[in-house]
């Protein structure tokens, strides 16, 4: 089954499906949600990071009796389930991190309340034994890669090369904040709410809730605000919470977090320690890599054991390795759990050996482009995993591509003696999908269904939240079918109307779901043989192009050895960052950047260059502006005002282009776009400050007033 | 009770029943007069809320309603007008301006007003758009949005 090229719709910058909507305001978010008789849900937190709690008392002055409120006690089974079952959705007496939800109430009045809210006293027994350093807590999760023999590698090397890299926490900053309205009709419980992934809401209210039958659950998203990654996993709490009020309650209930609630309570990314050691020969051939990568999982196992996984599988670097090792812990802290966000893990692990390569770079005296260029991975080398690379990273032409763009070798040259201004690079992969067997474990399933109009109608899971899932599936169905692109039709995902077709999440959309859409719309093409859509449905109804994941041949993951090919594919890329410091503040300013990528073929390019744009920005405000504070585990800047997201004045040009190597099982030979753009921001910005300032630097943010402590 | 607050919104004068002091934002979504307009952080950082106030662009969470009484306001809902989109409309979808679309609102209604009066940024449409956050799209295809818009205007 092929449709070949030249594509009626594929690699055209078809406009944005729900454009319209969106720019007249008459797109409905969550908070939009108009329910008489609803009533305002409230989350009351822990103040403390460890403890137990002695006393709840409910202060004078508050007519109480006139207010829903709800414990663990009144949950069948209080446990938010994703990969563990170790997180309460409500705490019933230890309390293991700050902002931790203990009570909820609901009332008609918002205001009365806060006030409420405000007059409840919880008094606790603090335990001082709370964990905030990795390292400190019990491991969560440990992984070990080892490929060659190590020590004897080492031993061989010219050079060695040791250094510690740290990476902080980052908060998503979706503008839209976290939110659920809910109602009970008889035993069924619907909800409607701002995340992306439904099934995963779907089985932990399911869970929580002790219901039998999958259709008592249906969860609807509404268009989301963003994500990133920060409403993969914790929107599953905001729904329990939500769901719980409305049955006490016989009412709707909404629980929209505001900006300091969501900010302090929802998940981050796991902060990072990377102890990196690296064995070369004078000449600058790479032969032994020892990676120790150790991320704070926060209070619960929440995703961490995966963002580990994905951490490690990255942290050898498009290089080629004579002997790798690389050891990955996830440690238990008191902090609120950390979780998905864009990347999830890659970026830590992908920030110390980017940042390593280039400090490398200069101590053998070598060009860092040229020192990479000689390390490169191949078509056919092996992985750490032991995974063979069947396709051609074609790394040169990447690089090429980008040196260009950026004029990088007449830039440099005019930089150099110049004080306070850098130029540096990054190269970078991200595999395509769940790692490991995930895909397998997911068996995703999309359906295509006709109409009556001869229309057709996209049936996903997979949401839309900024990133062009709507369009690009049409785009897909459309090609296959050979029908007017506006003739498919996207379903707002539902559970109780769209199949599993898993999460969206670790840049699978495209690549991943876009191939069983693909397949799907064969599917539907073989039923229907010739006939017209119209024609076809009159005579038989509704009917079904479906298909379902199955593994690529060859593509075989072992679990309990933790080898094998980690990812179907991998998408490639460059970046180059130039930065200027401030010399009396000492302020990095990101002037230019520049990006190339090859995510395979590029179906839609206004949105993925969109989307890799945006992503740049964000990974350059991990590296400079976007500092967590933390006291006690929890973040205390939990406002725009103190948390800094690059705005149009920070955001530098950004220049990014594509080379399309497509990958045959990825839709219509896609790869992964979302999070590749995520990992090469870091390290690019880090060598260019290191450059700047002529010392090589080992963590980000990048903070100005550290840089005048030096 | 107090008395009704009457404002002027995108033409049509409204009386609006909320508490004085309530933020014109809550009081116009609360209301249902605009749920286009849209919240962000309730502290005049994000822009998601952005209105024109007497033509001036103005974060609508941090205006009590009171100071609105009277006034003219123009939001979101105002731009397309009998179905007909406003060319900063066309040129954001066409151009890729708007992705998970919640800063959409507001960043156009900064644009109308970097339309109507360039001179109040001289950087451009970068400083003109310096009070609005967007986290999905790095600017690049916001400013061509709006440049889009600007030339459409100057006939090009």
Redesign the interface.
């Known amino acids: 089954m092929s449709i070949a090229p030249p594509y009626r719709y594929i690699g055209q910058s078809i406009l944005r499906r729900e454009g319209r909507e969106k720019v007249t305001g008459a797109s409905r978010y969550v908070d939009d949600n108009v329910i008489p008789d609803c009533l305002h849900g409230k989350t009351i937190r822990s103040t403390i990071a460890k403890g137990r709690i002695v006393d709840i008392s409910f202060g004078e002055g508050i007519p109480w009796d006139e207010f829903i409120i709800a414990t663990a006690k009144d949950l069948p089974r209080n446990v938010v389930v994703l990969i563990e079952q170790d997180q309460p959705a409500l705490v019933e007496e230890f309390v293991q991190h700050k902002h931790e939800p203990i009570l909820l109430l609901a009332h008609k009045d918002a205001g009365l309340l806060e006030d409420a809210a405000r007059a409840i006293t919880i008094t606790y027994e603090e335990d001082k034994s709370a964990a905030f350093e990795i390292g400190e807590g019990s491991l969560q999760k440990e992984y070990l890669i080892e490929e060659g023999d190590i020590e004897k590698t080492f031993a061989e090397c010219d050079v060695v090369f040791e250094e510690v890299y740290r990476t902080g926490a980052q908060e998503h900053v979706y503008i839209e904040p976290n939110g659920f309205v809910g109602w009970w009709d008889g035993d069924n419980i619907h909800l409607r709410g701002s995340h992306q992934c439904p099934y995963y809401v779907h089985k932990a209210v399911k869970t929580a809730f002790g219901l039998k039958d999958d259709r008592q659950v249906d969860i609807l998203q509404e268009t989301t605000g963003g994500a990133f990654g920060g409403k993969e996993d914790f929107p599953s709490t905001v729904a329990i919470h939500t769901a719980l009020l409305a049955r006490k309650a016989g009412r709707p209930v909404r629980m929209i977090y505001d900006r300091a609630e969501d900010m302090a309570c929802s998940t981050k990314r796991h902060p990072s320690e990377t102890r990196l050691r690296i064995g070369c020969t004078k000449d600058g051939k790479l032969k032994a890599l020892d990676c120790d990568f150790r991320i704070d999982g926060g209070a619960y196992i929440t995703l961490s054991p995966v963002v580990l996984s994905r951490g490690i599988l990255h942290g050898s670097g498009p290089y080629k390795w004579e002997a790798a090792r690389l050891v990955g812990k996830s440690y238990a802290t008191n902090s609120p759990p950390y979780g998905a966000f864009r990347g999830f893990g890659a970026p830590q692990s992908l920030f110390a050996i980017e940042s390593a390569m280039s400090a490398l770079a200069e101590k053998l005296g070598m060009c860092p482009v040229e020192f990479r260029r000689k390390n490169f991975l191949k078509k056919g080398d092996v992985l750490p995993t032991g995974q063979a690379l069947e396709g051609d990273p074609m790394l040169d032409a990447i690089v090429d591509k980008g040196l260009q763009m950026a004029d990088y070798w007449n830039r440099a040259k005019k930089i150099a003696p110049i004080p306070n201004r850098g130029i540096g690079l990054s190269v970078f992969l991200h595999g395509t999908g769940f790692t490991g067997s995930g895909e397998v474990y997911l068996a995703s399933r999309v359906a295509l269904a006709t109409r009556g109009d001869g229309k057709v109608e996209v049936r996903v899971s997979s949401t839309e939240m900024g990133q062009g899932t709507e369009t690009i599936f049409p785009q897909i169905a459309a090609e296959v079918l050979g029908l007017e692109v506006d003739d498919v039709l996207f379903v707002k995902p539902q559970t109780s109307k769209v199949p599993n077709s898993g999460p969206t999440v670790a840049s699978r959309t495209c690549s991943v779901v876009g191939r069983l859409v693909e397949r799907a719309a064969h599917d539907l093409k073989g039923k229907l043989n010739g006939t017209p859509i119209a024609d076809y449905h009159a005579t038989h109804g509704e009917t079904l192009g479906e298909a379902k994941y199955q593994a690529p041949p060859g593509l075989y993951w072992d679990d309990e050895k933790y080898r094998g090919s980690a990812y179907g594919a991998y998408s490639w890329g460059i970046n180059i960052a130039e930065v200027t410091i401030d010399p009396v503040t000492m302020h990095p300013t990101v002037e230019n950047f520049w990006g190339v990528y090859d995510i395979g073929t590029v179906i839609n390019p206004t949105l993925a260059k969109g989307q890799v744009e945006g992503g740049i920005a964000q990974g350059i405000g991990w590296a400079t502006c976007e500092n967590v504070v933390l006291e006690e585990g929890a973040m205390i800047n939990t406002h725009m005002t103190n948390y800094i997201i690059p705005t149009t004045m920070d955001a530098p040009p950004i220049m990014v282009d594509f080379i399309e190597n497509p990958y045959e099982y990825g839709g219509f030979g896609s790869k992964g776009v979302g999070e590749i753009p995520m990992d090469g921001p870091g390290p690019a910005v880090l060598n260019a400050v290191s450059m700047a300032l002529r010392r090589p630097l080992n963590k980000i943010p990048i903070i100005a007033e550290e840089l005048l402590d030096d | 009770m107090t008395e009704p607050i009457r404002l002027k919104l995108n033409g049509k004068e409204v009386d609006l029943h909320s508490h004085p002091m309530t933020p014109l934002l809550h009081a116009l979504?609360n209301e249902?007069l605009?749920?286009?307009?849209?919240?962000?952080?309730?502290?005049g950082?994000?822009g998601?809320c952005t209105v024109l106030l007497n033509g001036d662009a103005v974060m609508s969470c941090m205006v009590p309603l009171c100071q609105a009484e009277g006034a003219e306001v123009e939001?979101?809902?105002g731009?397309?007008i009998d179905g007909e989109?406003h060319p900063?409309?066309e040129a954001?979808?066409?151009?890729?301006g708007?992705?998970?679309?919640?800063?959409?609102?507001g960043m156009?209604m900064s644009a109308l007003y970097f339309l109507r009066q360039p001179e109040k940024a001289p950087g451009g449409v970068?400083?003109a758009?310096?009070?609005?956050?967007?986290?999905?799209?790095?600017?690049?295809?916001?400013?061509q949005s709006v440049e889009r818009a600007i030339g459409e205007a100057a006939g090009k």
Do not use: D, H, M
Not at chain 2, 34 to 43: F, Q, V
Not at chain 2, 92 to 96: S, T
Not at chain 2, 129 to 143: A, K, M, Q
């Open positions: 979504r249902e605009s749920p286009g307009t849209k919240y962000g952080c309730g502290e950082e994000c998601a939001t979101v809902e731009l397309c989109l900063l409309q954001f979808i066409c151009e890729g708007a992705q998970c679309g919640i800063c959409t609102p156009l970068r400083e758009l310096e009070g609005n956050l967007c986290r999905c799209t790095g600017y690049t295809r916001i400013y």
